[in-house]
């Protein structure tokens, strides 16, 4: 699907960074902080030659921004912020430490103002990032899958073939055990597409997260919340009158109670959904910093007993990551049905 490229970066005086060799801590900090966040390429190793410069080998990915009309080239010219990107006339450069482009003079300056944040004009980034990849990735995948999955019930007198026969017993799973028994029998029907959709987006996206590839999609915040967002959607916009009145005039309870708890249990309407994202975000970044501390580890120690232990730390705490990622999925799924449950549960039998 890509070219792997393979490129210098020329040492120049206005970017290069302190020649003093930093502590190998503060190295690690610096490429645990770097893999977790969004890039505009897949950066896979670098080396520094006989010549003493920095070789940086990676999948390009297309760089698209908006500055007074849509400029486009591949994300190799950003040479991770160490040189300036002459476009037509005007200058653009990364800035490293937030992987943000931004418009420079000829020399690729930064302008810093007294809070430390960087005045430069910011212009809007439509990038091909490798997040945004590797959902685009995902979101074919599942169709494929599910796409084959559907055409075998159809062929077959609906019993699945070939690796859908994976996927039906999790499928069943989630009508069975998350949908109904949360939802009901009447009404689950109308939100297993969502359930389903999110399940799986959620899985393959975190099992991707432990690959070498360094993606960390579920460890944005801003991806955790677009999936929050949709379940307090779907929630609030689908619910009965009995879900709003058991919020704002509970039955059964004195007036004055009611007043008092009126405001909470709105409240609880929106960090419910917060819940999700945070729990979601926080498990999946702290796997990837625990992770990639402890490979960290063997180059501090630089020993056979302290790199061998790292090692065999690394790779169980790998193992237990891959239970994580199917287990945080799972939760995300059975929240939200809880949720969807709350929000058409009939209490007319009860009263």
């Given at each position: ?179 109904i028994p949360n939802i009901g029998v009447k009404k689950y029907k109308n939100y297993m597409s969502f359930l389903l959709t999110v399940f ?15 993606v960390n999609v579920t460890g944005n915040i801003a991806v955790t919340f677009s999936l929050a967002l949709l379940t307090f959607l779907i929630t609030n916009l689908t619910a009965n009158k009995n879900y709003w009145g058991h919020i704002f ?103």
């Open positions: 699907m890509f070219l792997c490229s393979v490129y210098t970066v020329h040492s120049k005086p206005n970017y290069t960074e302190l020649n003093e060799e930093k502590d190998v801590s503060e190295t690690i900090k610096k490429y645990i902080k770097h893999h977790l966040k969004d890039t505009h390429g897949f950066y896979l190793t670098s080396f520094t030659n006989n010549k003493n410069k920095k070789i940086y080998i990676e999948l390009p990915l297309p760089v698209i921004i908006y500055d007074n009309g849509f400029k486009f080239w591949m994300s190799p010219k950003l040479k991770h912020g160490k040189e300036v990107i002459n476009h037509n006339g005007d200058y653009y450069r990364l800035y490293y430490e937030t992987n943000t482009i931004y418009k420079t003079n000829a020399q690729g300056d930064f302008i810093f103002n007294e809070n430390g944040k960087i005045n430069n004009i910011k212009p809007i980034d439509f990038s091909i990032t490798k997040n945004v990849l590797t959902i685009i990735i995902v979101s074919l995948l599942m169709l494929f899958l599910f796409g084959s999955l559907a055409k075998s019930y159809s062929k077959n007198n609906g019993v699945a073939k070939g690796i859908g026969r994976f996927f039906e017993p999790i499928i069943l799973y989630i009508r069975d055990d998350i949908a799986f987006f959620v899985w393959f996206l975190n099992m991707l997260g432990l690959t070498p590839l360094g005039w509970m039955p059964g309870i004195p007036v004055l109670i009611r007043i008092v708890l009126a405001p909470i249990e709105f409240l609880g309407v929106f960090i419910k959904p917060f819940s999700l994202l945070i729990r979601l975000y926080a498990n999946i970044q702290a796997g990837h910093i625990v992770l990639y501390s402890l490979i960290g580890l063997m180059f501090i120690f630089k020993a056979w007993i302290g790199s061998s232990l790292s090692f065999l730390l690394a790779f169980f705490i790998a193992i237990i990551e891959i239970l994580v990622a199917l287990l945080q999925a799972y939760i995300f799924t059975m929240l939200s049905a809880l949720y969807f449950g709350f929000a058409v549960e009939d209490h007319s039998e009860a009263h």
